[in-house]
């Protein structure tokens, strides 16, 4: 038996119908589009507004979509693996609520939490799981409802996120020089301060205090996040670059975290890549988190081809950061 190889095989995703639009934000607090989007590029973003409805549901139909259109068959699947940071509940995990949703009969599930960086990481660890050759199929999906821990009296937080998922099917394969060739993960520990939920946790449980003075919902100081942003998603992607020997002619598209245009076109800028081979759709989608990821691949899934250099990238809450080089393993079309 040759080396095991990790591939991507199918993505499918999964965004809700209600658009929130700049225009709309206005109206909720003292904001506009020019203010936006010099800011951080985002025109709209999707909201799951139904009642009842959290991340398992959007996972659940980006899964669904990605089997139907993969053909693959439900109870070959070894694993789902849902990367989150707004789960249905503290527990069950989302995953075992996908899981049996779907009627995966022969998959173990959980959650991955990483914030920003969690499809980054949950891929990374799919890969090694099919790699050890005890698993040949595993499903990992970004999925994040941020209207639930957002706060639309906020104007500085409320414009940047919107909810979505999408997942992929990763399989083992024998193939040569296909795959996850490579990652560089890091998690420095700083991010506490900057970047966080005060509230609902085992430190601050809920409590009248907790709810009367907006505690649960998400706290960002912009600035410094900002920075940190650039300097690691760029230097990540330069090393990933220059350890694997890919100068910008070897690179056919950079996936960065889409959080802010800005920070995408500095990630470019220093890998010195062309716009048009990097996938972004801030404008449409906002900063869905652990999703922004896959649905990017999942809207550029069409213009992939088979041997494709592809680097991703993000930067999340902990702070938590990393990259990986993906060889495409199938034509799009």
């Excluded at 909720?28 to 398992?56: A, F, H, P, Q, Y």
């Excluded at 707004?86 to 009627?103: N, W």
């Excluded at 890091?186 to 505690?215: E, N, Q, W």
């Excluded at 213009?303 to 495409?328: E, P, R, S, Y």
């Amino acid at each position: 038996m040759g080396k095991i190889n990790a591939i991507i095989t199918g993505v499918g995703g999964y965004v809700p119908d209600y658009v929130l639009t700049n225009e709309e934000l206005s109206r909720m607090v003292d904001t506009n589009d020019e203010w936006i989007m010099t800011r951080v590029g985002i025109k709209e973003r999707r909201i799951l507004t139904e009642e009842g409805l959290g991340t398992s549901y959007m996972a659940r139909k980006a899964a669904k979509q990605l089997m139907k259109k993969t053909g693959v068959d439900p109870d070959s699947i070894d694993a789902l693996i849902v990367a989150t940071s707004t789960a249905d509940y503290h527990f069950p995990s989302t995953a075992s609520i996908v899981v049996g949703k779907l009627g995966l009969k022969n998959a173990f599930a959980f959650d991955s939490w990483s914030a920003c960086c969690g499809f980054l990481y949950t891929l990374d660890v799919a890969s090694s799981m099919i790699q050890s050759g005890r698993y040949k199929k595993i499903i990992v999906i970004g999925a994040d409802k941020m209207s639930s821990v957002t706060d639309y009296k906020d104007r500085q937080t409320c414009p940047l996120f919107g909810d979505g998922a999408a997942a992929v099917l990763v399989e083992a394969t024998e193939e040569e020089n296909i795959g996850l060739m490579d990652s560089y993960l890091r998690t420095d520990g700083l991010g506490l301060p900057f970047l966080h939920m005060k509230a609902g946790g085992s430190v601050c449980p809920a409590s009248y205090f907790t709810i009367d003075h907006r505690m649960h919902f998400t706290y960002q100081e912009g600035r410094t996040v900002f920075r940190y942003a650039v300097t690691n998603m760029s230097d990540d992607c330069a090393l990933i670059a220059e350890r694997n020997n890919l100068d910008t002619e070897h690179i056919d598209w950079v996936v960065p975290h889409q959080a802010n245009m800005r920070i995408i076109e500095a990630v470019a800028k220093r890998l010195d890549m062309p716009m048009e081979k990097v996938m972004v759709n801030i404008e449409r989608y906002g900063n869905t988190s652990a999703a922004t990821i896959p649905l990017a691949i999942w809207e550029y899934e069409s213009q992939l081809k088979k041997g494709d250099n592809i680097i991703m990238t993000a930067f999340g809450a902990g702070f938590v950061h990393g990259a990986l080089f993906l060889k495409w393993a199938y034509d799009g079309k």
